[in-house]
């Protein structure tokens, strides 16, 4: 190994962990500049796979916090399930006094998929024996999953704060005071920055100051180097939702903030720049008849399975010549198809196979103008209805694709990219507006001009698809050449 590649590595590690410096003049030197440079690549490729959850907190519901139920899970399981995610393989839980029936719960569950250990409190708190960083959670906070992505990217470490907390939801929170780092933290503190929230990557040492209750002493706090994460400055557009969603935690306290919860919940599940027809009269609906099945035991997969059963009867129904029927039945599949994913936001059981759906929304979509167009052109014998049908499928095919792929290219949905992208998806061509096609020419006996209507939509959009995504890849083309 060369001189110059071992201090050149070495500065950059120094940068990275602040854990050595050291002068190559011997044989001897060079050997452990080796041995160092190795070890701080192996814990450079490391990530932190234990976490802690504290369940001491004291009882104000009439169970313990952290099995109190929000939308169908306790937030203990809402906390595995999110450490799960994020590939952490253990968890230890500090129960407080009255900790058993948490155990006695887990018990119950079986597997969760994660390893889980217990600390109990007897005569003091010890922390549990965790080498190394972990990452620690409070049980009783309802935690945005980017504040523990965001603490999971750090090298030090780190508290969670929030510099925005509004002074009664910070009473009772310890307070923090920073400078380069954390400089003090404590309940008391006369002048504070932010408060803690309730979640840190954690060393051992940093865990004993965080359960000690008196007040701690700025210069120590700052010889330790303890870094802060405010959560303000983590990035709040998420492109899967097309939309802003600010960061967010609760407390849960009582019944009030269990209401708020779960409100909250309800709302982040809804995706944003949609069609006039699916924000104003969809959205309500759906997030209404969530509210109610997220505490029932239905599974968001057999929502779709239901959803999907109701899509094919109304495709049979158009074959038939059912064409109000079968117009009606879409309007209740267009409400009910987004009730599913918007249950699982809310559960926080997300998966990637759940992206599946939309292909399976694909295929009914399109049974449908498929039938509709079949049965016109059954009743006429003219040829217009399959060429305007076949057309439908085909630009609705391209639209869909021209989309996926600006999103797979640009990592942002084309209709959410500029305002008048923003502005035209609430009038671009797709099953919500179609339907209302169908709809209306059923009402009015007129089942061709509205296949030529959908049509004329589908092509309108295709070109305005192109365009727009032709026009935002050239610029980003020649943004990059510069």
Same mark, same amino acid.
């Given at each position: ?187 008391? %503190?006369?002048?504070? #920055? *932010?408060?803690?929230?309730? =979640?840190?990557?954690? $060393?051992?040492? @940093?865990?004993? &100051? ?125 409400? %009910?198809?987004?009730? #599913? *994913?918007?249950?699982?936001? =809310?559960?926080?059981? $997300?998966?990637? @196979?759940?992206? &599946? ?126």
């Amino acid at each position: 190994m060369k001189e110059e590649w071992i201090k050149e590595r070495e500065l950059r590690i120094y940068d990275l962990k602040g854990g050595f410096w050291l002068d190559i003049d011997t044989d001897e030197d060079r050997q452990t500049a080796e041995r160092l440079l190795r070890q701080r690549l192996r814990e450079k490729g490391k990530r932190v796979r234990e976490a802690v959850i504290l369940a001491t907190s004291e009882r104000r519901l009439e169970k313990p916090k952290m099995l109190t139920k929000l939308c169908g899970l306790s937030l203990l399981e809402r906390n595995l399930q999110l450490l799960k995610a994020l590939d952490i393989s253990k968890v230890t839980i500090m129960l407080g006094p009255r900790g058993k029936p948490i155990r006695q719960y887990l018990d119950k569950k079986g597997d969760l998929g994660i390893k889980i250990g217990y600390v109990e409190s007897r005569d003091g708190w010890a922390p549990p024996i965790v080498e190394g960083e972990f990452l620690l959670l409070e049980g009783d906070r309802l935690f945005d999953a980017r504040i523990i992505e965001a603490l999971l990217a750090r090298r030090e470490a780190t508290l969670a704060i929030d510099r925005g907390c509004h002074p009664e939801k910070a009473r009772g929170l310890p307070k923090i005071l920073i400078g380069d780092g954390v400089k003090a933290i404590g309940e008391n %503190l006369e002048k504070w #920055d *932010g408060v803690y929230m309730g =979640a840190a990557l954690c $060393t051992p040492q @940093l865990f004993r &100051i965080l359960l000690d209750d008196s007040l701690q002493d700025g210069d120590r706090l700052e010889s330790l180097g303890i870094g802060y994460l405010d959560i303000s400055k983590i990035p709040t557009y998420i492109a899967e939702m097309r939309r802003d969603l600010p960061i967010s935690w609760i407390r849960m306290e009582n019944e009030k903030d269990l209401k708020k919860a779960k409100k909250l919940l309800i709302e982040r599940t809804q995706k944003g720049t949609l069609d006039l027809l699916a924000w104003y009269l969809h959205r309500p609906i759906e997030n209404r008849i969530t509210y109610y099945l997220s505490e029932w035991p239905i599974t968001p997969n057999q929502v779709t399975i239901f959803t999907n059963i109701v899509a094919y009867l109304a495709t049979f129904l158009f074959l038939q010549g059912y064409l109000l029927g079968a117009s009606l039945l879409t309007l209740v599949v267009n409400i %009910l198809d987004g009730v #599913d *994913g918007k249950l699982a936001r =809310a559960r926080g059981v $997300t998966t990637k @196979l759940g992206h &599946i759906e939309h292909s399976f929304d694909l295929l009914f979509e399109q049974s449908w103008y498929i039938a509709f167009a079949w049965y016109i052109f059954s009743g006429s014998g003219s040829l217009l209805p399959l060429i305007l049908g076949l057309l439908i499928l085909l630009l609705d095919s391209f639209n869909r694709h021209c989309s996926m792929q600006f999103k797979q290219v640009m990592g942002v949905s084309l209709a959410d990219y500029a305002k008048f992208d923003r502005l035209f998806r609430r009038f671009d061509g797709r099953r919500n507006i179609y339907t209302l096609y169908m709809l209306a020419g059923a009402i009015f006996g007129l089942p061709l001009y509205a296949l030529m209507a959908m049509a004329a939509h589908a092509l309108l959009t295709a070109v305005v698809y192109a365009s727009r995504a032709i026009k935002h890849l050239r610029a980003a083309d020649r943004q990059g050449a510069v």
